[in-house]
């Protein structure tokens, strides 16, 4: 059978993304919200300095950025630039800038090797790259390695180039007599806007081509889900309106539509951190009086058990929403109990903008576990493993169809036949079933995918690494469960040369070796295992269900 969404079909107009977030909405801004001071409210607001951006600034900023960009580096419709950097409140025009001068963002893990940034930016085709100090040697090295002029990196956050040689990007004026203000058109339908990086079911990262209507739907529908959660923009029910911690990584597809646009289209105040720490976390929440915030499951873990959290006063926070990673049910208890809280679980993919299902904070006691019912405009299948479609309560892959669905990996056509079915439904290669109400529970993965802190680790391009080391042999790396903090780690079973010790010391060594060859997410914390051989079929395909299901064993021991 196929699932539609219980909720009215939303129009999503044909603009794009810069049209519907400054100028269709421009107007709401002003003439909507009771507080005529509105446009003055602070959006972004750096949790660090405390400088922050209002609507007007954030556009003009953007605005002369994306002049900038169209005087200064020729820019044209499809451009490319590569956005290097942790959260920061510029994130916000440099992305918008780019958009509005018709250009696509690359978005990055700004703790990327070099390697793994020269990989993105290389198979992105980016123009240049916009980065924070702290990260310029990184970006210079693999700006150098793939052939981007230096003055091509440009900085973004507070801190200046101390040698003067990188402009911040509000230098990047337009200097040109010629007419540079008007928006680059685009076809919102086509056209690109990002370019996030997913492994998807199989093999290494590659480039999700989001089109503009794709964002621009996901924002709409993902809006209009969240309403039912009562939020209230500024300048809302008591003048004051709904506060969020911003402290997802904006590189990453649940931060970039989630906050970066949603705040935005919808007003909620968004208080920005460049990193994870729980301490600041709670401070910011308690000053700022911060009442929701989105985030993955080892941050609920965080509110949930680390005692720093009794040292702050939390009562401002109203709900949490997790998402990104398996949540269990007993994290959500242990908000409640120590909060009186509720989380609510949402889910989605690179692929589909990201947000398909969403549960409501209304419905988060009566359905624990679940991710909730589709949002608007959506429509899914459970299927077995012969695409067979399955029905309510049986679990299979979940495919899904909707406006905020993909155009597809950048430079990989042939991959569609296996990503979509004929019908044109996306194959998310993960396990689950609805319930009677329309209720979403995910069970299982069956692509290869790792959610380290919902952070991705794509097993073959481990594999790949560590296949490249003279003393090893074979590896087959898979998902383990780390129950102590309840989350997802990649663990190798590793098949060594002849003659090479199988003992801890050597594993110590190779686990270091990765490290330092790899983003800090991607370290295998889940350990290594010796074994004599990788469980493979007649054709030579590893069979990583087997070590899959060998690892749960040792795992509950
Ligand atoms: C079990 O992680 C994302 C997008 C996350 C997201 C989550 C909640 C967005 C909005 C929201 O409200 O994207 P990717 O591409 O990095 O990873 C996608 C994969 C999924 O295929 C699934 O395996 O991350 C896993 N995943 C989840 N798993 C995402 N959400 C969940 C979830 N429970 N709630």
Redesign the pocket.
Known sequence: MVFKSSHADLAIPEVDIWTLLFERHEKEWKDDKADTTNNMTELFIDGETGSAYNFTQLKNTALNFGKGLKSQWSWKKGDVLGIFSPNSIDYAPVAFGTLWAGGVCSTANPTYTVKELAFQMKDSKVKGIATQLAMLPTALEAAQQIGIPEDRIILIGHDRDPSGKHQHFTQLKSTSLLNLSYQTRVDPKKDLAFLVY?SGTTGLPKGVMLSHTNIVANVLQ?SSAEKRSGLHCMGGQDGKGDKQLAVLPFY???GL??ILHATVWDGYQAIALPKFELEKACKLIQDYQVTFA?VPPPIILGFAKHPIVDRYDLSSLKWL???????TKELVDAVWERLTIPTK???????TA??TH?QSVLEWAKFKGS?GPLMANMEAKVVDLDGKELSVGEDGEIWVRGPNVFQGYLNRPELAKDTFSECGFFK???IGHSDSKGNFY?TD?L?E?I?YK???VAPAELEGILLGHSEIADACVIPAFDRERSEEVPRVYLVMKEGVPRTDEKAKELIDWVASKVAPHKQLRGGIRFIDEVPKNPSGKILRRVLKEQAKKEDRA
Do not use: W
Not at 345 to 351: A, I, V
């Open positions: 997913s993902f990453h597809v649940y539509t989630c989105y929403n997790s998402g990104a990673a398996p949540l679980q949402g889910y989605g993919l690179s692929e990201p947000v969403m991710v998310t290669g993960d995910i993965r692509k995918l959610k919902g952070f991705q």
